[in-house]
């Protein structure tokens, strides 16, 4: 009876150890697939995946934050305005201290004094040739806050361009892979997929930067524009009053 006992015991336990080993084998390998599947990487990593367009991008990208921050520091020193400049030019010129004045706006050293300078340098002359003088030195100032800005607007149409064609090359690539292997899977697919939609996503968020960039610096040499004809008109007012500098 014992012996019949022992043998019906193990009869029954040995399924039960194998299940268990079944499952205990079977537990670091769903972990493995676990790990796998949750594994993060770096973001340089996940961007480079979006292949061989995404280089070009990333260089527009750095060379776009390097004209947008170049220009807006030289448009935002060039274009700061002392409102008290008229002022100070009406007194030196009331008193006939047309040299005075004339250092005055060349210590300014923004646009607004070099084209106040060139109006005080032509004192003396028809007020049509100030003015045309005034203007053509404004002009000159707007032109060297507007170079190299031309850039940014390529750049705009350029990026997302590039984002396209590597996107339409991945997927082109993916089809073909699948015309070879005639693997058809979402896996393949959505995964090749992804990789190659991150050149779309980062040339048009390059894109979007660089328009931007172009419209707000623009914006700001608007303004500028404005206050230095602004500027000009009142000059003209202060020359053409009498007074002791005449």
Same mark, same amino acid.
């Given at each position: 009876?014992?012996?019949?006992? %022992?043998?019906? *015991?193990?009869?029954?336990? @040995? $399924?039960? *150890?194998?299940? &268990?080993?079944?499952?205990?084998?079977?537990?670091?390998?769903?972990?493995?697939?676990? /790990?796998? /599947?949750?594994?993060?990487? @770096?973001? *340089?990593?996940?961007?480079?995946?979006?292949?061989?367009?995404? %280089? $070009?991008?990333? #260089? =527009? *990208?750095?060379?776009?934050?390097?004209?947008? #921050?170049?220009?807006?520091?030289?448009?935002?020193?060039?274009?700061?305005?002392?409102? !008290?400049?008229?002022?100070?030019?009406?007194?030196? =010129?009331?008193?006939? !201290?047309?040299?005075?004045?004339? !250092?005055?706006?060349?210590?300014?050293?923004? /646009?607004?004094?070099?084209?106040?300078?060139?109006?005080?340098?032509? %004192?003396?002359?028809?007020?049509?040739?100030?003015?045309?003088?005034?203007?053509?030195?404004?002009?000159?100032?707007?032109?060297?806050?507007?170079?190299?800005?031309?850039?940014?607007?390529?750049? &705009?149409?350029?990026? $997302?361009?590039?984002?396209?064609?590597? @996107?339409? &090359?991945?997927?082109?690539?993916?089809?073909?892979?699948?015309?070879?292997?005639?693997?058809?899977?979402?896996?393949?697919?959505?995964?090749?997929?992804?990789?190659?939609?991150?050149?779309?996503?980062?040339? =048009?968020?390059?894109?979007?930067?660089?328009?931007? /960039?172009?419209?707000?610096?623009? &914006?700001?040499?608007?303004?500028? @524009?404005?206050?230095?004809?602004?500027? !000009?008109?009142?000059?003209?007012?202060? #020359?053409?009053? $009498?007074?002791?500098?005449?």
């Amino acid at each position: 009876m014992r012996k019949a006992a %022992i043998f019906t *015991l193990l009869f029954l336990a @040995t $399924p039960l *150890l194998s299940l &268990a080993q079944i499952v205990k084998d079977s537990v670091p390998e769903a972990e493995e697939k676990a /790990a796998k /599947a949750g594994e993060k990487i @770096t973001a *340089l990593e996940f961007v480079m995946k979006g292949g061989v367009f995404i %280089i $070009p991008i990333i #260089i =527009l *990208l750095f060379y776009t934050l390097y004209v947008v #921050i170049e220009r807006y520091r030289y448009i935002k020193r060039m274009s700061v305005y002392n409102s !008290n400049l008229l002022n100070d030019i009406r007194m030196n =010129l009331e008193k006939g !201290n047309i040299q005075d004045a004339l !250092n005055q706006v060349q210590r300014d050293q923004s /646009a607004f004094g070099s084209v106040v300078a060139e109006g005080i340098q032509t %004192i003396g002359r028809p007020v049509s040739e100030i003015e045309s003088n005034m203007e053509k030195v404004a002009n000159i100032e707007i032109g060297k806050m507007e170079k190299g800005m031309g850039i940014l607007g390529l750049i &705009a149409g350029i990026a $997302p361009t590039f984002g396209f064609i590597g @996107t339409i &090359a991945g997927v082109i690539k993916i089809f073909y892979n699948i015309s070879i292997s005639e693997n058809v899977s979402i896996g393949n697919i959505s995964g090749g997929l992804y990789e190659k939609m991150i050149s779309s996503g980062a040339g =048009l968020v390059v894109g979007i930067i660089a328009y931007s /960039a172009y419209h707000i610096l623009n &914006a700001m040499i608007d303004s500028y @524009t404005l206050k230095i004809q602004s500027t !000009n008109l009142g000059f003209i007012n202060i #020359i053409q009053r $009498p007074g002791k500098w005449q």
